[in-house]
Nanobody, 123 residues
Framework: QVQLVESGGGLVQAGGSLRLSCAASERTFSRYSMGWFRQAPGKEREFVAAISRSGATSYADSVKGRFTISRDNAKNTVYLQMNSLKPEDTAVYYC?????????????????WGQGTQVTVSS
């Protein structure tokens, strides 16, 4: 059972930056592909970014060029650097893990989820 704990959310003005972190309890973290998803009020959970075990990355079109996903296997942590934030980025952000070589771009592809961290971008 992998436990995931997100941190780094908060309130930021449009155009600002935040870095989210997701710490995993699993010592074999390097065996997991990781994803970030977000859910705004009244909307479905949507894919944001993912990183495979090998470090290959994927992004939603809405965040491409603004967000960067990375991982530090020595620290069992995955990061989401968010720049040029927009009010429409406001949501609860979740990290997710799957014991697979490749990352998934849909929520149903992940086995473990964190509790989420709120990101609010003011205009």
């Amino acid at each position: 059972q992998v436990q995931l704990v997100e941190s780094g959310g908060g309130l930021v003005q449009a155009g600002g930056s935040l870095r989210l972190s997701c710490a995993a309890s699993e010592r074999t973290f390097s065996r997991y592909s990781m994803g970030w998803f977000r859910q705004a009020p009244g909307k479905e959970r949507e894919f944001v970014a993912a990183i495979s075990r090998s470090g290959a990355t994927s992004y939603a079109d809405s965040v491409k060029g603004r967000f960067t996903i990375s991982r530090d296997n020595a620290k069992n942590t995955v990061y989401l650097q968010m720049n040029s934030l927009k009010p429409e980025d406001t949501a609860v952000y979740y990290c997710a893990a799957r014991a697979n070589l490749w990352a998934a771009l849909v929520a149903s592809g992940y086995d473990y989820w964190g509790q989420g961290t709120q990101v609010t971008v003011s205009s």
